[in-house]
């Protein structure tokens, strides 16, 4: 009687699926009661993280604001961003499922990190003279409540880690209880599985290997091997498939060697006329008597040509990486520029005044325009300037 692979499969798997419905039956029940458990930890281990993350915040907060008011930074933007962000995650806590001493001390950190907040908000809005006045006064205020805000978020971050703590234990009782459930169940579906499992795959490996040999080899190169056809099953039919594959691939080989050696040769053309028309623009750049620079979006210079060099007197060595405003007399006008270029595209023909290296005034024509890819985002500017200082002088 002939019995294909695919009926020894079916038989396999219908088998391991009667284990594994039995098995899963005792799971589910089992893992029901460490569902819930798992539940619970994940709902006190998300406000545990919670409370964690605003206690770093808060230690943090505390930090920044005493460094900000003693003068030791001047970075008030990041201070205001940390305390914006310091009390979105005290709203959220708030949301939480909190106990009635964790709401207690969630009030605490909320009233004395407004307290804090406010008195420095309002010390950084006086003058400078008026700070210096009441520094001291805000120190003693600010002291007196630094340490009510950090034991007060200490407590709250103690309860939540306690009440994690709990529901952690118990779930570790409930997860106990079921694994040796279910290791006991598993074991004999493991085994049962595997007997049928062995005889199954030696039912079909033994031909396999054969195939497997003979495929190796044409891995490394070989395509003279030939595997003999040894049964009338799906393996057989394979075999036969994998004869006529190697025939076709030793004439796609040869197709592709002949077809490699064409591109080949039609790269290294195209490569060398490239590299030509790279040079031919690079001289153009380079040689060009006109003022040309580039830079990036952040107005980085990027190229300064040996026309900018003989015009504003910089070496291109010093000036790229360099901003490019810097370069114009009023720093104002570059950035009024940059916004319309960055609006319609460019501007021909502006008169700007730029700095040479000696200090004195250049007159320049200038047409500024952007940078932009194939898919039409901005990567920068380039401006093409020409020397009209003798003209204006003429003029004057």
Do not use: C
């Not at 040894?230 to 036969?240: H, K, N, P, R, T």
């Amino acid at each position: 009687m002939r019995v294909t692979i695919k009926a020894k499969l079916v038989f396999g798997y219908i088998t391991m699926l009667i284990f594994v419905i039995v098995v899963s039956s005792f799971a589910y029940i089992t893992l029901g009661h460490v569902n819930r458990s798992v539940n619970q930890i994940m709902v006190y281990a998300h406000k545990y993280d919670m409370v964690d993350a605003l206690r770093h915040s808060v230690k943090q907060f505390v930090g920044i604001n005493d460094s900000l008011i003693r003068g030791q930074i001047q970075d008030v933007e990041y201070y205001r961003s940390l305390a914006i962000d310091l009390e979105k995650k005290i709203l959220y806590v708030g949301k939480l499922r909190l106990k009635e001493s964790e709401k207690d001390f969630l009030k605490k950190v909320n009233t004395e990190f407004d307290f804090i907040r406010k008195l420095t908000e309002q010390f950084l809005k006086g003058t400078a003279a008026m700070r210096r006045a009441n520094l001291a006064n805000l120190l003693r205020e600010v002291d007196r409540a630094k340490p009510i805000l950090v034991s007060s978020v200490e407590g709250l971050y103690d309860e939540a880690w306690r009440s994690l703590d709990y529901v952690t234990i118990l779930a570790d009782k409930e997860r106990e209880r079921g694994v040796w459930q279910i290791i006991i169940f598993s074991i004999v579906a493991i085994a049962a599985g595997m007997g049928i499992s062995i005889y199954i795959s030696r039912r079909i490996t033994t031909p396999i290997r054969a195939l497997s040999a003979a495929a190796g080899g044409v891995a490394k190169g070989d395509l003279n091997q030939i595997v003999e056809k040894a049964a009338e099953d799906e393996i057989g039919e394979l075999v036969a498939l994998f004869n006529q594959m190697l025939v076709e691939l030793k004439t796609s080989r040869e197709q592709v060697e002949k077809y490699n050696k064409e591109l080949k040769a039609m790269v290294e053309e195209r490569a060398a006329e490239l590299e030509k028309t790279a040079e031919y623009l690079e001289n153009i750049l380079e040689h060009s008597g006109d003022m040309i620079i580039t830079t990036t979006l952040f107005d980085e210079i990027v190229q300064f040509n040996r026309g900018a060099e003989n015009i504003l007197g910089y070496d291109k060595g010093s000036m790229v990486g360099s901003k490019i405003e810097y370069l114009f007399i009023d720093k104002g006008e570059y950035r009024r520029i940059r916004k319309r270029v960055i609006e319609e595209g460019d501007i021909t023909g502006y008169e700007a005044k730029l700095m040479k290296k000696g200090g004195d005034i250049a007159y320049i024509s200038l047409t500024l325009s952007r940078l932009e890819e194939r898919n039409g985002n901005i990567i920068g500017l380039v401006g093409i300037g020409r020397d009209i200082t003798e003209g204006k002088k003429i003029a004057l």
